[in-house]
């Protein structure tokens, strides 16, 4: 039995639940066959749904005025297109693609009253994206506090993170709580600053500049950063050639130090909660 696979025992053991999370997302890497999923965070209204349809080329997830994303939804490249709704309790079941916002949206699956865990949507056009497995997440900050907890259980499962900021609220400590939370488990964070078409080229140096130095400051050290707007494919462009094909030329070694970093965070961090629990039965 190996160091991963003791911890597991002892958790089911001395019934540990706050931990389920991390050790599902050390079962889903090795179980993934080098698939990196590259998971988008950011506050409600940050533009991730629309983010998200516009690069992978076709609308499938629901987007609105008010808050809407409610549930976790993957996609990746598949044979032939098709969803797969995943629910609590492990069964599952197909839908039309035009149907996921039935189970997506706060609207149509208020506080997730139908018990949906995750929706798994296949696309065949993703073909040139093996590699990745995208992933939308509930916004959070907004007056639905599960969305916040569904997405915050999703931070151990990054693989690239994508934080995702509006260019014309450029920053905010809610920001700033995402990326403490993801920094821990993965080492390629970028942050896409969406709604670029609000400004001009000096501007947008502007929130460049205000950002790079913001973070800094605050992390010490310097991240990634791209500007996106849904009306222009000039920054679709940009992202495919600045952030997804250099990941795509070295995703062996990628992958690899997303391991390393997922299983030394796990090493550490279930430590201090073990000691506790078996100590306090």
């Known amino acids: 039995m190996d160091g991963f696979d003791y911890i597991k025992s002892l958790c089911a053991i001395h019934n540990i639940p706050a931990l389920n999370r991390q050790i599902q997302a050390?079962?889903?890497?090795?179980?993934?066959?080098?698939?990196?999923?590259?998971?988008?965070?950011?506050?409600?209204?940050?533009?991730?749904s629309s983010f998200l349809n516009h690069l992978v080329g076709k609308d499938i997830l629901p987007v609105g005025v008010i808050p809407v994303t409610a549930i976790i939804t993957?996609?990746?490249?598949?044979?032939r297109e098709k969803a797969l709704i995943i629910q609590t309790d492990g069964t599952f079941f197909?839908?039309?693609?035009?149907?996921?916002?039935?189970?997506?949206t706060e609207k149509n699956n208020p506080n997730n009253q139908k018990r949906?865990?995750?929706?798994?949507?296949?696309?065949?056009?993703?073909e040139?994206?093996?590699e990745f497995r995208f992933v939308d997440t509930p916004g959070l900050g907004s007056v639905f506090k599960h969305n916040t907890a569904t997405t915050q259980d999703w931070f151990c499962h990054s693989g690239v993170a994508l934080i995702l900021i509006a260019s014309n609220a450029p920053l905010s400590e809610n920001d700033m709580d995402i990326i403490r939370s993801v920094i821990t488990f993965t080492p390629e964070i970028r942050i896409i600053?969406?709604?670029?078409?609000l400004y001009n080229d000096e501007q947008l140096e502007e929130i460049r500049q205000f950002l790079s130095e913001s973070l800094a400051h605050t992390f010490s050290q310097n991240f990634n950063l791209h500007f996106y707007s849904i009306y222009r494919s000039v920054y679709r462009e940009q992202i495919m050639?600045?952030?997804?094909?250099?990941?795509?030329?070295?995703r062996d070694r990628t992958f690899h130090a997303f391991w390393s970093i997922k299983s030394i965070r796990w090493r550490r961090a279930p430590s201090d909660t073990l000691k506790w629990r078996i100590s306090h039965p």
């Open 26 to 48: 050390i079962d889903d890497m090795q179980a993934q066959n080098q698939v990196i999923d590259m998971v988008v965070f950011g506050q409600f209204k940050a533009g991730k």
């Open 74 to 79: 993957r996609i990746q490249y598949g044979p």
């Open 94 to 104: 197909e839908t039309a693609l035009d149907q996921v916002g039935e189970y997506i």
């Open 116 to 126: 949906i865990e995750r929706i798994e949507i296949e696309l065949p056009s993703l």
């Open 128 to 130: 040139s994206f093996r």
């Open 193 to 197: 600053m969406t709604k670029a078409d």
């Open 241 to 250: 050639e600045q952030m997804i094909q250099p990941i795509q030329s070295k």
